[in-house]
C-alpha cells in the first residue's frame, strides 16, 4: 500500500473500530484515534488479564488493606487508582499492509 493511500484510508477510518495488518504479519485492533503524515495512532483496548496483571504491582495506602487504612475506608482515602481500559499504540505507516473495519461489540 502506497504512503498516501493509507494515509487516506486511515483519515477516512478515523475514530472506527478497526483491524491493522502490518508488513511484519503483526495484527492490532483498535480504534483509529488519529493521522499524521508518518504515523498511525491507535487506542488499543487492554484486555482483563492484562490490567490485572497492570494492578497487581500498583502501590495502595494500607498495606495489605484493601479498601486503605483501618478508619478510612471506601469511598475515602485509599479507594485505588482508576482503571486504563486503552492503550495508545503508534504505528507507522509505511508499515501498514491493510485496514479492515471490524464490527464493534
Do not use: W
Not at 491493522?20 to 484486555?47: Q, W
Amino acid at each position: 500500500m502506497k504512503h498516501q493511500e493509507a494515509h487516506e484510508i486511515c483519515k477516512k477510518h478515523m475514530y472506527r473500530y478497526v483491524s491493522v495488518t502490518m508488513t511484519s504479519g503483526v495484527v492490532y485492533d483498535g480504534i483509529v484515534e488519529n493521522v499524521d503524515d508518518d504515523h498511525l495512532y491507535l487506542a488499543v483496548p487492554i484486555g482483563g488479564m492484562d490490567q490485572e496483571q497492570m494492578r497487581a504491582f500498583l502501590p495502595y495506602p494500607g498495606f495489605g488493606y484493601p479498601y486503605g487504612y483501618p478508619g478510612y475506608g471506601f469511598p475515602g482515602y485509599g479507594y485505588g487508582f482508576p482503571r486504563r481500559r486503552f492503550a495508545r499504540q503508534i504505528l507507522p505507516l509505511a508499515g501498514l499492509l491493510v485496514l479492515s473495519l471490524l464490527p464493534y461489540y
